[in-house]
């Protein structure tokens, strides 16, 4: 079973700059890791391998720096690294990270399935994963939260079977779980429930140490230069604004008076005063 | 430009309209005036009828566009995205809404590939552009930490997802008219290959917290999972739901699917009560947008306090039985 995952290098949230002029995050000086929501697709694809075999490609679009994320998604246990990086990405919207990202997986060569984070905690769109699918006419469920089976065909032993290799799996929706099959190839987004994320191995890590990244552009890849990129991307930032986050709400303290019950009768006039009880 | 009218996707399950259908038409209603163009409500299920559609006209839509078909009855995205991408080629809508749901967010950024369209998520804001009418689209990035505001000028359809929750639903004028346009089921855009084996409903209460006025949410605080009892007789009073921070879902004091939080869901209820919530940078992303925090933490100061509108330094085991007792004799 051979796996891809597109993963994404996103500066630690607690704290991102923006830069006002370009509306574009400041990356200088904020340390990158790899998107925490995708250590689950991560986790995910190697409790696979382990079980069926197979080998996982991990994959991202960005500078020549995010050829770390790469190699940590190698010391966990992920077999091979591509990174996409050029100029001609810069700038690019969902849409247009979603057609790079797709191509350079068509170039892979045959998978099974592909497995990513529910959404990058930079941007928080979610629309990369679904966008791939889409590009790739692959079967997809977002928000998985359990492979429940997987059934690969063994065509040597029955070459006669009309079956196809398909996975089933649950994905969460707003009041429950969808329980789907798929054939394969197919597109999972997951969520957390999916897997533990496990530590990079010593042996790992001496792995992805040595490994050779391949870089792959417009150089060394067919895509369709309108495609990529702020031009290619349908959507504009046209302005960034910074929200306050402090409400300067009524504090009260008790722990010294001990004066619960008048506390509590005054959060009642603030919830009566808000019409909310 | 060839592209008119807005759309608004609305969402059904069992042959029941969910409310954040309305909330769409609120959003729409506005965009539709502004521009003068048509609002129209595309609606796919089973067993929806025409009295339920008549609902979206009350609520502002001036068409329906209603399919009913068995084999639309469960949201499969490969299937929708056919649907309604080809009834975007056959109509040229130049706005489409979702809402930001389990739905929205699969089949929106499918159809957006498809057509070339420019597709922001997760939006709390929508307006019409002066001079040029380009939908400007807004919103929260980064945890919550920035705004954004984002247009695509040379596309057409317009599209966006819309948080649940982030406008009221409209309200129903009940001598508006409108028209119901039944659009019948091309089987060929059925795709077939993706089957729903079944569905589990949340353990519990059920309660999608993503759509609850309401949400009274524990965290590290409660020490352990029977202490959530106090919790869930809180929410209670306000038929709302129960949230929990990441601490109390990863010490399995509560299940995953109430997780609010960067990791988890992301809420913005009209009250929301953080008890033994330190709020966790994390945790602060998936619900400071609510309109009224509530924090009740012994820790004066934790960071819960400073985006709180009211808060409670003390014991939570005694604070919360006391509100508790408090909001009883309220109800009575």
Request: aromatic residues 6%; negative net charge; glycine residues 8%.
């Amino acid at each position: 079973m051979n796996i891809v995952i597109p993963i994404k290098q996103v500066p630690e949230t607690s704290n991102v700059k923006m830069d006002e002029e370009t509306g574009t995050m400041k990356r200088d000086g904020v340390e990158s890791i790899i998107n925490p929501l995708d250590l689950y697709a991560i986790e995910t694809g190697i409790q696979l391998k382990e079980e069926y075999g197979g080998t996982i490609t991990v994959i991202t679009m960005g500078p020549p720096s995010a050829d770390k994320a790469l190699k940590e998604a190698i010391a966990m246990g992920c077999d091979e690294g591509v990174l996409l990086s050029g100029r001609e990405f810069a700038g690019s919207d969902t849409w247009a990270t979603s057609y790079a990202l797709s191509q350079a997986i068509k170039e892979l060569g045959d998978f099974d399935l592909i497995l990513a984070g529910e959404r990058a905690t930079d941007g928080d769109t979610g629309q990369v994963g679904p966008g791939i699918a889409s590009w790739l006419d692959l079967t997809l469920s977002t928000y998985t939260s359990k492979v429940v089976d997987v059934n690969l065909v063994d065509e040597e032993v029955d070459y006669t079977s009309t079956e196809q290799d398909s996975i089933i799996v649950e994905r969460m929706v707003e009041d429950g779980y969808e329980k789907l099959q798929l054939p394969l190839p197919a597109l999972l987004t997951v969520v957390k429930e999916i897997s533990f994320p496990r530590l990079p191995t010593l042996r790992g890590k001496q792995r992805s140490r040595k490994i050779e990244i391949p870089q792959w552009n417009l150089k060394n890849l067919d895509l369709n230069e309108e495609y990529l990129g702020l031009n290619g991307s349908p959507t504009r930032v046209v302005n960034i604004d910074h929200p306050k986050v402090t409400r300067g709400g009524t504090v009260i303290d008790v722990r010294e008076d001990g004066k619960v019950e008048e506390a509590v009768s005054k959060l009642i006039d603030y919830l009566k005063s808000k019409e909310l009880v | 430009m060839e592209y008119n009218g807005v759309w608004t996707l609305g969402e059904a399950r069992d042959g029941e309209i969910k409310e954040v259908s309305f909330e769409l038409l609120s959003r729409g209603r506005k965009l539709a005036d502004k521009l003068d163009e048509e609002l129209v409500s595309l609606i796919l299920g089973d067993d929806i009828t025409d009295e339920q559609a008549e609902e979206l006209i009350k609520s502002g839509a001036d068409k329906v566009f209603l399919m009913n078909a068995p084999a639309l009855k469960d949201f499969i995205a490969e299937n929708y995205s056919n649907v309604i991408e080809d009834l975007i080629k056959e109509y040229k809508p130049e706005i489409i809404l979702a809402a930001a749901t389990s739905m929205g967010r699969t089949v929106m950024p499918y159809i957006a590939i498809k057509t070339d369209a420019g597709l922001t998520a997760d939006c709390t804001e929508l307006d019409i552009e002066e001079d040029t009418g380009n939908l400007l689209q807004t919103r929260p990035a980064i945890g919550g930490n920035i705004l954004a505001t984002i247009k695509s000028p040379n596309h057409r359809p317009q599209m966006a997802t819309v948080r649940p929750h982030s406008t009221k639903p409209a309200e129903k004028n009940e001598s508006r008219t409108g028209e119901i346009v039944h659009l019948k089921l091309d089987s060929s855009l059925l795709d077939g290959r993706v089957k729903k084996l079944g569905f589990r409903k949340n353990e519990g209460d059920g309660v999608n917290i993503q759509d609850a006025d309401v949400i009274a949410a524990g965290g590290k605080g409660m020490k352990k999972g029977e202490n959530f009892e106090m919790i869930r007789e809180l929410a209670a009073f306000f038929d709302g739901a129960v949230g929990a921070s990441r601490d109390a879902v990863d010490r399995d004091w509560i299940s995953y699917p109430y997780q609010v939080g960067l990791s988890g869901k992301t809420v913005t209820p009209k009250l929301y009560f953080a008890v033994g919530i330190s709020g966790a940078i994390q945790h602060l992303a998936g619900m400071k947008t609510s309109e009224n925090i509530i924090a009740i933490n012994e820790d004066p100061d934790a960071d819960i306090f400073m985006v709180s509108d009211f808060g409670i330094v003390g014991d939570l085991f005694e604070i919360v039985p006391e509100l508790n007792k408090q909001l009883a004799e309220e109800v009575k």
